[in-house]
């Protein structure tokens, strides 16, 4: 195969979608027998340099070994859509790949796993007026079926703004996280007992990470999360 070296773009974009892409990126080395360079995001948006860099070390992704050269295959977002919305998408995200990815998620500082059971990630904040802006009355639906299976769990939306724009929520053993730290907010993510990924790469990335149960927002078509990518097999919707 020779010495191809494969690396994810560097761009300024958000957290999740700067690690989906490395992710992807990585799958795809695995998958064609490439090896993977990791380059540095230039920046995330929506957050400081200074913390940008936290979020780079926090991820714990590397080089591979072999990697000692200095030409490389940029896989620019276009290519990585391409896996993630791939009818295959398996075979790239792999039970070896995830774990590895896993591996050097963990091989770095965490926070506290997640002390409730069951996250739901609803964004706000930058869709308004965008498709993938799901309006309460569909979460309402979502969380009353959740609430039938997992009577004895306890809940926790995840999500930007006012207290005041959940009311609709609010119940027993429903909390809430708004606009909180966004390393204990993924982080939340990956370890919950029950994820509920909404229309993001924040949560969508966090479940490729996660060993629970997976529940995907796609009232659309049941094996597509909009603009995201595809859903993994064991993955369930919501609709």
Known sequence: ??????????????????????MSCLAYARYNNYIYQHTSSRGTGHVSKPYSKLLEEFIGMRSDEEDNSESSTPVTQSDYKKITFAPDIEKYFTQEVRDELRDMYFSTLKPASCEYDVAIHIRRGDVTGRQRDIPNEAYVKYISKLRKKYPHYSFCIYSQGDIKDFEVFKSDN????????????????????VLVVGYSALSYSAALLSEGIIYCVCPQKKEMILSIGRKLSDWQPLE
Do not use: C, N
């Open 174 to 193: 429903m909390f809430f996280k708004l606009d909180e730290d966004l390393k204990k907010t993924f982080h939340d993510f990956v370890t919950a007992k």
């Open 1 to 22: 195969m020779g010495y191809s070296i494969v690396t994810a773009s560097a761009k300024v974009d958000g957290f999740g979608r700067q690690y989906l892409s490395k």
